[in-house]
């Protein structure tokens, strides 16, 4: 079964920084390189939203209100995606999630559809 577990969360003051990591791993074929990958969030009280996702050939995607302080890349060779998130403000502050997919379609950073979810990383910002 794969497994997919997210790292890296914490409690950080306004304008700080944090890396997230998500490891894929578990499962038959281990052909993670080719998924699709994602990042969410869920803050207190709101519907998980889509932050971020990187297709199996390197292509990402991301909502236009985050792309100047979040930043998504992986390393296929330790199946691992990263969030890099800068300027940390309040409101992002929620649990984040890591999503994969073994899908050869689109994958965007809205789509939700993932296979394989984490359980989560909580990011706290507060002064």
């Known amino acids: 079964q794969v497994q997919v577990k997210e790292s890296g969360g914490g409690s950080v003051q306004p304008g700080g920084s944090l890396r997230l990591s998500c490891v894929v791993s578990?499962?038959?074929?281990?052909?993670?390189?080719?998924?699709?990958m994602a990042w969410f969030r869920q803050a207190p009280g709101k519907e998980r939203e889509g932050i971020g996702s990187i297709s199996g050939n390197g292509r990402i995607t991301g909502p236009d209100s985050v792309k100047d302080r979040f930043t998504i890349s992986k390393d296929n060779a330790q199946n691992t995606l990263y969030l890099q998130i800068n300027d940390l403000k309040p409101e992002d502050t929620g649990m984040y999630y890591c999503?994969?997919?073994?899908?050869?379609?689109?994958?965007?950073?809205?789509?939700?559809?993932?296979?394989?979810w984490g359980q989560g990383t909580q990011v706290t910002v507060s002064s």
């Open positions: 999503a994969a997919d073994p899908r050869s379609g689109p994958c965007n950073w809205w789509w939700q559809g993932h296979n394989y």
């Open positions: 578990g499962g038959i074929y281990k052909f993670y390189s080719s998924y699709c």
